[in-house]
């Protein structure tokens, strides 16, 4: 089946330092992946969206790369703020159109 | 205001009543979804809608209903609600689609005792 796999172990880094967070796909290929910041008690916020054929792409500190040969995206945080602290999300649509969600990586930046 | 919102936020019902979860977008976006999430399961979407009075299913439909009579209303209804119901709803809406980004509501919990 359609999966999309995101590292389930919280991840816990310095202020100041990057944050890298993985997304993996498998049984289909996506032609674009989302993703999301979600904080306690909130709905899921968009951050970026990257087409298969764009590789990379940036927001101000943040950067996105899709690699259609490893089926993976990795979604990177320069310069971490300990508000930069939420989970993460990856979603991409699977070959109904539907989007798939990943489980989401937790982030914590610590001062 | 603009935006997604979603009604009630907090909801306690008793297993076998019927409950409704209010959405109301302003944009106009076409599409919107209804989402649960659950510890483990992540989100998984219940029912999407197109357009108004296009809706279609999604993952986990069984024991919901929605309609869309009006493109800034979605509801989400629960016809006899379980204790496995017991969950976070969202609510979204995207301009195109699954292709585009999906705005997201606050969020009901509701849970079913």
């Known amino acids: 089946s359609q999966k999309i796999e995101q590292n389930s172990e919280a991840l816990n880094i310095q202020e100041g330092k990057t944050a890298t967070l993985t997304c993996n796909y498998t049984?289909?290929?996506?032609?674009?992946l989302q993703w999301y910041r979600q904080d306690p008690g909130r709905g899921p916020v968009f951050l970026l969206l990257?087409?298969?054929n764009e590789k990379e792409k940036r927001k101000e500190r943040l950067k996105v790369t899709f690699d259609t040969t490893l089926k993976q995206s990795l979604f990177h945080i320069t310069a971490s703020q300990p508000a930069d602290s939420a989970t993460y999300l990856c979603?991409?649509?699977?070959?109904?159109?539907?989007?798939?969600w990943g489980l989401g990586t937790s982030l914590a930046v610590n001062p | 205001d603009a935006g997604i919102t979603q009604s009630p936020r907090y909801k306690i019902t008793e297993t076998g009543r019927q409950v409704t979860l209010m959405c109301h977008q302003t944009?106009?976006?076409?599409?919107m979804f209804w989402y649960r999430q659950d510890l483990g399961h992540g989100l998984r979407l219940i029912y999407y809608?197109?357009?108004?009075?296009?809706?279609d299913k999604g993952e986990v439909p069984d024991g919901y209903v929605v309609s869309r009579s009006k493109t800034e209303n979605f509801p989400l209804t629960l016809e006899s609600a379980t204790r496995s119901q017991t969950s976070v709803y969202f609510c979204?809406?995207?301009?195109?689609?699954?292709?585009?980004?999906?705005?997201f509501g606050q969020g009901t919990r509701l849970t079913v005792v």
């Open positions: 979603a991409s649509a699977g070959n109904n159109r539907k989007l798939i």
């Open positions: 990257i087409r298969e």
């Open positions: 049984n289909y290929s996506p032609a674009y």
């Open positions: 944009w106009s976006h076409s599409y």
């Open positions: 809608s197109a357009a108004a009075d296009i809706t």
């Open positions: 979204a809406s995207s301009e195109t689609g699954s292709n585009t980004e999906a705005f």
